[in-house]
C-alpha cells in the first residue's frame, strides 16, 4: 500500500561514519528526490533523478552521493557523517506534479 | 536569497475560525503553487494547490486565494478543526518537466484549540 516508503525510520551514529538512506516508490513515477529537514523545519532539495539520470543537484557536499538503481528506487549514501548533516531526509518521487513524500528519515550524527 | 517568503511563522486558532497563510514569491517564472501539510513525524503531503491561471481554487474546508500581480497566494481554512493542529508549508515551483523542483517557505505552526 505504501507509496513511497524509506529505511531506516531512526539512525544515529557517530561522527565520521558512512551510512545509506534507501528509497523506493510504488507509484510508477519517473522522478525521485531528496530532501532534507532541518531543525527548524526548513525544507531543501537536494536531489532529484529521473529514470535513474541525476537531473538536480542543489550544491550539496560531495560526502552526499545519490544511486539509483531503477527508476523505483533512490539512495542516498551520506560519507564521513558531520554533526550538520543531523536532519530528517525525505524523499519524494513525482510524474509531472504532483511530489509525494515518504515518511522520512531521522538522521542523527553524535 | 528567500524566494519564497511564508507568515505567520505560527498560528493559534480557536476551532470553528478561519485560518490564514500568507506566502509572498519573487519569481515569476514559477507557475505552481502548492500547499503541503505535515504532521509531527510524518512526510509533507499535498493539501490542494493552484496555477497562476486562476484566482482562487476551493476544496472542502481550504481555499487558495492567488494574486499575480502582487506575487502572494494564501491559504485560507475555514472551520478550523484541531486535527488541522500541523505544519503548512507553500511552495512553488516552474515547468512540470522531470527537472521540476519545489521551492517552499519556511511553514507555519497551526495549533487549533478546542
Known amino acids: 500500500d505504501t507509496a513511497v516508503s524509506q529505511t531506516p525510520k531512526y539512525l544515529v551514529t557517530q561522527m565520521g561514519n558512512d551510512k545509506s538512506i534507501k528509497c523506493e516508490q510504488n507509484l510508477g513515477h519517473d522522478t525521485m528526490y531528496w530532501y532534507k529537514q532541518d531543525s527548524k523545519k526548513f525544507l531543501k532539495i537536494m536531489f532529484s533523478?529521473?529514470?535513474?539520470?541525476?537531473?538536480i543537484n542543489e550544491t550539496v557536499p560531495n560526502r552526499f552521493s545519490p544511486k539509483s538503481p531503477d527508476k523505483a528506487h533512490l539512495n542516498l549514501h551520506i560519507n564521513s557523517l558531520e554533526l550538520g548533516d543531523s536532519a530528517v531526509y525525505f524523499c519524494?518521487?513525482?510524474?509531472?506534479?504532483?511530489?509525494?513524500f515518504g515518511p522520512g528519515t531521522r538522521l542523527l550524527v553524535l | 536569497q528567500q524566494q519564497v517568503k511564508q507568515s505567520p511563522q505560527s498560528l493559534i486558532v480557536q476551532k470553528g475560525g478561519i485560518s490564514i497563510i500568507n506566502c509572498a514569491y519573487e519569481?515569476?517564472?514559477?507557475?505552481?503553487f502548492p500547499w503541503y501539510q505535515q504532521f509531527p513525524g510524518k512526510g509533507p503531503a499535498l493539501l490542494i494547490a493552484i496555477r497562476p491561471d486562476v484566482s482562487e481554487k476551493k476544496e472542502g474546508r481550504f481555499t487558495i486565494s492567488f494574486n499575480k500581480s502582487a506575487k502572494q497566494f494564501s491559504l485560507h481554512i475555514m472551520d478550523s478543526q484541531p486535527g488541522d493542529s500541523a505544519t503548512y508549508f507553500c511552495a512553488a515551483s516552474i515547468g512540470r518537466g522531470s527537472n521540476y523542483k519545489l521551492t517552499f517557505g519556511k511553514g507555519t505552526l497551526l495549533t487549533v484549540n478546542p
Open positions: 519569481n515569476t517564472a514559477f507557475d505552481y
Open positions: 533523478y529521473n529514470n535513474k539520470e541525476l537531473i
Open positions: 519524494a518521487s513525482s510524474q509531472v506534479s504532483p511530489q509525494y
